[in-house]
């Protein structure tokens, strides 16, 4: 399944009132959407409001999303009308420069987004980007292989079996236990 | 509730977005029942999105929780299910204004003559109700009947039913061959001759 086929399923389950299935897209596209949000509000507070806002807009407008176009196009839209609405609100300009969705996901919108918030988040971005890529760095090389192959091109497991002469599943386990390795060193700085 | 390894790599195999079969509707229940499985789900894509140099809001993380608890407080959205539509679908317009035309024509060519014919007439052949009675016969119509034609169906004369009778008999033999059914074998062979 593809990234849309995958989200067009999600989709199809949280239309059919499946409340976990939607659940489960917040958790895909909330970096995402914040991060967007953000180029246009600096306070975090702010960002988070708005971006809550967009996500219970398109819940709500979810019975109407046909799949024309992919969850993440739709989803970026609303996002951008929730900024601008929010700004008119606050008798602020709203942003002009819309950028096209596609555009920006193939972009990934730029720069990295820095927390703006605080001096403190900021630290624990930089830190948590940091904890990752020192956990990458620890990983055996089949491991650290896997999951750059996935993660960072973004090949699929047969892709990866080729290119790693290895069975699939053995792809499926390496880039599992990966994802363990780097999750095990990366929590206690998230539920800190 | 303890997650199963199961369980993990089935939302695993979300992220990657290669569930396998079946995979997909374990994943959403898995994580549907699983509070720590929904966390682990998304740290892994976080992780993904860290290694990819992605934008990263710490304070973001808490946008899901915070959806899911207004949500909680509103009635399911439900797709709209399609009503049974009342109205003929336009692609159905044209076939049915054409049925209908159709179905005009034919009452009109099979009921239309007998309504022109008058109310008088029953059905029956006009030539012999005027001659049945002459009274309602329209002005001047009985003029423009020749009483021989009137006669010559009168089953009292011997020649005419000897003729009728050959004419009939003559008509069985060729519809039968012919393998025509309905009005056309008799009406091309029992057809009223002008010249006796």
Redesign the interface.
């Known amino acids: 399944m593809s990234e849309r086929e995958i989200d067009q399923a999600l989709v199809e389950r949280a239309q059919a009132g499946d409340r976990r299935a939607f659940d489960l897209l917040v958790l895909k596209y909330q970096q995402k959407i914040a991060a967007l949000v953000g180029r246009y509000l600096r306070d975090s507070a702010e960002v988070l409001d708005v971006t809550q806002d967009a996500f219970l807009k398109a819940y709500r407008a979810l019975p109407g999303f046909r799949g024309e176009s992919a969850f993440y196009t739709w989803i970026y839209r609303i996002a951008i009308n929730t900024v601008k609405n929010h700004m008119v609100a606050q008798s602020r300009r709203p942003p002009g420069d819309d950028v096209d969705a596609e555009l920006a996901e193939q972009m990934d919108l730029g720069t990295p987004l820095r927390d703006s918030g605080t001096p403190e988040r900021e630290a624990l971005s930089d830190e948590i980007a940091g904890t990752v890529q020192a956990a990458l760095d620890a990983l055996p090389d089949d491991l650290r292989t896997a999951i750059m192959f996935r993660e960072i091109d973004g090949m699929s497991y047969e892709e990866i079996a080729t290119a790693m002469d290895c069975p699939i599943g053995t792809v499926r386990s390496r880039i599992f236990r990966a994802r363990e390795a780097i999750d095990k060193r990366l929590r206690p700085l998230l539920e800190g | 509730m303890t997650t199963s390894t199961s369980d993990?790599?089935h939302l695993?195999?979300?992220?990657?977005?290669?569930?396998g079969p079946g995979g997909?509707d374990e994943a959403?229940?898995a994580?549907?029942q699983d509070a720590a499985l929904?966390d682990?789900?998304?740290?892994?894509?976080?992780?993904?999105?860290?290694?990819?140099?992605?934008?990263?809001?710490?304070?973001?993380?808490?946008?899901?929780g915070?959806?899911?608890g207004?949500?909680s407080n509103e009635p399911?959205?439900?797709?709209?299910q399609r009503k049974p539509s009342s109205r003929v679908r336009p692609i159905n317009r044209p076939a049915a204004a054409l049925a209908l035309a159709a179905s005009l024509v034919a009452v009109a060519v099979l009921v239309g003559p007998s309504l022109l014919s008058g109310p008088g007439a029953g059905g029956a052949d006009p030539i012999l109700a005027d001659a049945a009675d002459g009274s309602q016969s329209v002005e001047g119509a009985s003029d423009a009947v020749e009483p021989s034609l009137v006669a010559q169906w009168s089953m009292g004369d011997p020649a005419d039913s000897t003729e009728l009778d050959a004419l009939l008999v003559d008509h069985r033999e060729r519809a039968s061959a012919s393998g025509l059914t309905g009005f056309i074998p008799y009406a091309a062979v029992v057809g009223q001759s002008g010249v006796r």
Do not use: C
Not at chain 2, 12 to 19: K, S
Not at chain 2, 40 to 64: D, K
């Open positions: 993990q790599r695993a195999a979300l992220i990657d977005g290669e569930p997909f959403i229940r994580a549907g929904r682990r789900f998304e740290r892994g894509l976080l992780i993904g999105q860290i290694l990819r140099g992605e934008p990263m809001l710490s304070g973001a993380r808490a946008i899901s915070r959806v899911a207004t949500l399911v959205m439900l797709l709209r």
